[in-house]
């Protein structure tokens, strides 16, 4: 039978909770890196046994941690994140310009083949490389060429939170930059183009149509259809079906189409969750009701998913990598809390059960699927 590992990032240390192909009891060890802020820790498909954490801290500064036995020991690993040449500036929150500024690794994306290969997304915003498993950093500089100086910091910062990669070609990725937008290299990571056409942000930009300074929030894509992808934006829920050429809106009937999360069924591509929250100024479910809402048509029509999730006077957050996603059939979907709750359905959302109450506020949740 398979197993479950969940890979959960907080605001002081990292969880790894446990079950077998059930579902139904879990273990949770930790907290790993006890008082650090893990913005997030990922496996690699190529060996699940590698996961990558970032550990970070206000005090002491940013921390890589690589484990080789799925979490039961690990290693500090390399901690340099230098940019290329010199990074010049972009733009800050008044409009002047201001020097880019290493702070923290928002998010890892390990290699789809290579087991040595991962990518770290950086606030200020940027991509690094490393091809010997984190032990070295190279900042993957094209993509600051796309219109760089333009980019801004969003409520939370100017962060690379969100690395795509293409299952059927190598060359191609996708990145997503709070507050620049979404990007698209087609040659490995030397050049990068804006994909933001169709976005509209009336409330943020003084162009709302603008080719870059949208805030998105997150992507997502279903490995079988690589040129169809997701995106919840700081408003709008969108969808291209031409690899981010063009975007689309279907928020349709969701109550807000504010949040950070956005996940696809594994084994549906046109299954797709969102978590809507009640505006930019109050980070919380609408009406004080924690939904997660399904659209099984690729967007439009949603359906609240709410058996076994508080519906009164509930008042938390779920954060943009807080949402994740098993292989198993049925597919089954996770997610983590600013009130420190990991829910968990293994019915692809029909009913919900809290794995874990009571940790620190959840800044990331990773499913791994285990022989």
Partial sequence: MSALRLLVGTRKGAFILTSDGKRAEWKVSGPHFAGWEIY???????NPNRIYASQSSGWFGQQVQRSDDGGETWEAVGKDFLYDGVPGTHQWYDGTQHPWEFKRIWHFEPSLTEAETVYAGAEDAALFRSTDGGTTWHELSGLRD?????????AGGMCLHT??????????MFVAISAAGA????DGGTTWSPINQGLKSQFELPDPTAEVGHCVHRIAMHSSRPGVLFMQKHWDVMRSDNAGDSWNEVSGNLPSDFGFPIDVHAHEPETIYVVPIKSDSEHFPPDGKLRVYRSRSGGNEWEALTKGLP???????????????DSLDKC??????TGGQVYGSAD?????NAIVR???????VEAQTLP
């Fill in 348 to 352: 692809a959302g029909d009913t919900w």
């Fill in 183 to 186: 990007f698209r290299t087609d």
């Fill in 311 to 325: 519906q009164s006077d509930c008042y938390v957050n779920v954060l943009r990598d807080a949402m994740a996603v």
């Fill in 146 to 154: 796309a219109k760089g100086k333009l980019w801004q910091p969003g």
């Fill in 163 to 172: 690395i795509v990669l293409d299952p059927t070609n190598a060359q191609r």
């Fill in 358 to 364: 009571d940790l620190p506020a959840v800044l990331s």
């Fill in 40 to 46: 997030h820790l990922k496996g690699s498909p190529v």
């Fill in 332 to 337: 089954g979907v996770y997610f983590g809390t």
